[in-house]
């Protein structure tokens, strides 16, 4: 049962069927058909045991109803004439066959006191639970039955007749017993609407308490500086988007706001989350404030340092970058300098939550990517100051649905648009046996004077060798195109010499760039008008999109080639058709949602989000909006869930989210 997380008899009796197999039509046996699966109600006639001459041990035995004689065989489970006696209701199911009358082989099989007795396993619509090595189905059901038939008439309702009718919601009880053992298979669909409501919405109330508490208590520092706007717009050599300026505004109320901010900015690829982001940065050293800059890998942060450190550097601002695998007399040196409050701007990957790492007054954490982290990594970046603001970022498009629950306790910015100018990106997805077509197109539109990206794969347990093929296919290009200048570029490299490529492809000097993911974020290369990906099977759905983005930032138009590689899954099929088809990343990621699901899209485990039991936040998201309505409803008249409805409502939520609140608000 611990291995399933059951470990109270609240989570037997809401520990959800995977699915459902109607065995409720009963066939009298003179009217059983071979090939044909049946339940069959009768009277035990006779058993037996017969060995046979090659050591197998046969239990038999006779079923009989008004109708007719129906045998039953059980090979090697001699076991059973202790428990099959002449005289005995019986009710079984299985395939029938023909073999000198009809007859059943290794049926299913419940024993009845009598005809009216209660079915459990057969006759009726049976539930089919995950389940694991030792415990059966069939042990499930009983459990979960007995639970039932004990403690269903203790089960107190957590939500308010008023929410019930409201929302057209059965009761707590006819749900737990219809998603269990449903007399009709229309029964099971409200019983799981019932159940994943009163979830989201427990979820809702839980994050509600969340914020509200973390707002009474908690204060902030105020960035005071006014001057931080006239050196940001001094820096920019382009005019902000409307959506850009709307999440600058949003962003500089809370930090003067004398409350901790706690807000996520959700953009698309190339929407310029990053020069909103310098803009708190700009505002909180002007304050006098050190920030720090987390990013999962030290890929990706190595690419905001090669962005934001040019900007920084005009204005005289410090910024020094902090990674695990810089040599020792580096890393001391720039923790030294952190400690001292001499570098106002730290970007880095974990280096920066080790224990070793101090900030003299830290106000402001900017985590990146921050699905890619663990809720108690955040955490441990957060302790590193008092009350520090967070701004946390994601280039990776999240349904709004879905943002109320994964992140329904931080404000959100949305940058909604485009900067203007930017072209739709052509995109295709092919096999090898199209290469030759691909390198031909690649190479007129480098003729034309355009460029193109080349990306390999690179997966975390055969990097060696993904590297090893970006090395190879930048041979095979080089002698494929001569007379232009091919480039790579991939994690291995020494950063200079990663930005001293990048920095040729972007002035023109090299026409083609070989590259693994390092170019996925970061890179504004306006000439390029090309994307191949190699191996495009590999990679993630939100992982391509972000990726294309790389491209479509100039006047030309341009084009991303998918070159599939061997035989192709299902799944990795559905990516790649998608990719041909929507540029909307809100779109990709509701498919990449509909492919993978949204556990493993952005792990709700890492996230810190409680794991949820009944609700399907894909098909469910419906459901989200109006959890969230009659949460806010609730909280607004009883604020502390202190009244007796209110009560309830709160042992609900400890009962379904053990501890959830500990790490709430972490971002």
């Known amino acids: ?67 007719g004689y129906l045998r039953c065989l059980w090979f ?148 005071g500086d006014r001057a931080w706007r006239q050196k940001f717009d001094s820096i920019l050599p382009f005019s902000l988007t409307a959506a850009q300026m709307r999440a600058v505004a949003e962003i500089e109320s809370d930090l003067e706001s004398g409350q901790p901010m706690y807000r996520l900015l959700q953009g698309d690829v190339g929407s310029g989350k990053t020069v909103v982001a310098l803009s708190a940065l700009l505002k909180a050293a002007g304050s006098g404030f050190q920030t720090a800059v987390m990013a999962p890998t030290e890929i990706l942060a190595e690419q905001h340092f090669l962005t934001l450190q040019p900007w ?85 498009p999240i349904p709004r649905t879905l943002a109320m629950t994964l992140y329904g306790d931080l404000d959100i910015s949305v940058i909604d648009e485009l900067p203007p100018g930017r072209l739709p990106v052509t995109t295709r997805w092919t096999t090898e046996a199209n290469r030759a077509k691909m390198l031909d197109f690649v190479g007129r539109q480098v003729a034309q004077g355009r460029q193109a990206f080349f990306v390999c794969p690179v997966i975390e347990e055969s990097e060696k060798q993904d590297i090893k093929a970006a090395v190879k296919l930048h041979h095979k290009l080089q002698s494929g195109f001569p007379g232009y200048r091919v480039g790579l570029i991939h994690g291995r490299m020494k950063l200079e010499e990663r930005r001293r490529t990048m920095d040729e492809f972007r002035r023109g000097w090299i026409q083609i760039l ?97 794991e949820l039991r009944l609700a399907n936040l894909i098909s469910d998201a419906s459901l989200i909006p109006p959890a969230k309505e009659e949460a806010a409803r609730i909280l607004e008249r009883d604020p502390e869930l202190a009244s007796a409805e209110g009560r309830e409502l709160k042992q609900f939520i400890k009962r379904r989210f053990p501890g959830a609140g500990d790490l709430m608000g972490v971002g």
């Open 1 to 67: 049962m611990a291995k399933l997380g059951i470990a109270t008899v609240w989570d037997l009796l809401t520990y959800p069927p995977r699915r459902y197999l109607d065995r409720s039509l009963v066939k009298s046996i003179a009217s059983l058909k071979p090939g044909e699966t049946a339940t069959v109600f009768g009277r035990i006639a006779d058993t037996g045991l017969v060995r046979t001459r090659r050591g197998f041990v046969i239990f038999n035995l006779m079923l009989q109803d008004e109708s």
């Open 76 to 223: 090697n489970q001699p076991y059973l004439k202790d428990r099959f006696h002449p005289g005995q209701m019986l009710v079984v199911n299985g395939l029938v066959r023909w073999d000198r009358g009809r007859c059943l082989i290794n049926p299913e099989y419940q024993v009845l006191e009598s005809q009216e007795a209660e079915l459990v396993h057969l006759g009726r619509i049976v539930p089919l639970y995950p389940s694991t090595a030792g415990l059966s189905n069939r042990q499930l059901r009983t459990v979960i039955k007995s639970a039932l038939d004990l403690y269903s008439a203790q089960l107190v309702d957590p939500l308010p007749p008023d929410i019930i009718a409201r929302q057209k919601l059965v009761d707590l009880r006819t749900a737990v017993r219809n998603l269990h053992f449903p007399q009709e298979a229309s029964q099971v669909p409200q019983a799981r609407r019932r159940l994943a409501f009163e979830e989201l919405m427990g979820l809702q109330l839980l994050m509600g308490l969340s914020r509200r508490q973390r707002r009474q208590t908690a204060s902030g520092h105020i960035f």
């Open 312 to 396: 920084l550097e005009r204005l005289g601002i410090s910024c020094s970058l902090l990674l695990s695998r810089m040599d020792a007399r580096q890393r001391r040196r720039v923790r030294e300098d952190l400690r001292q409050g001499s570098i106002m701007v730290a970007i880095g990957t974990h280096a920066l939550i080790q224990e070793d790492t101090e900030f003299r007054c830290l106000g402001l954490a900017v985590i990146d990517e921050q699905h890619r982290f663990g809720v108690k990594q955040r955490a441990a970046l957060l302790a590193k100051g008092s009350r520090p603001h967070i701004l946390v970022m994601t280039a990776t």
């Open 514 to 610: 070989v590259a693994t993911t390092v170019i996925e974020v970061g890179i504004d290369v306006p000439n390029a008008t090309v994307m191949v990906v190699e191996q495009a099977e590999r990679f993630g759905l939100s992982q391509l999109h972000q990726l294309r983005g790389r491209i479509g930032r100039g006047s030309h138009r341009s084009y991303c080639i998918l070159m599939a590689g061997g035989s192709l899954t299902p799944e990795a099929r559905a990516r790649l058709e998608a990719m041909q088809v929507s540029q909307d990343g809100f779109r990709i990621a509701e498919r990449d949602l509909e492919i993978r699901g949204p556990g493993e899209l952005w792990g709700s485990r890492q996230h810190g989000l409680p």
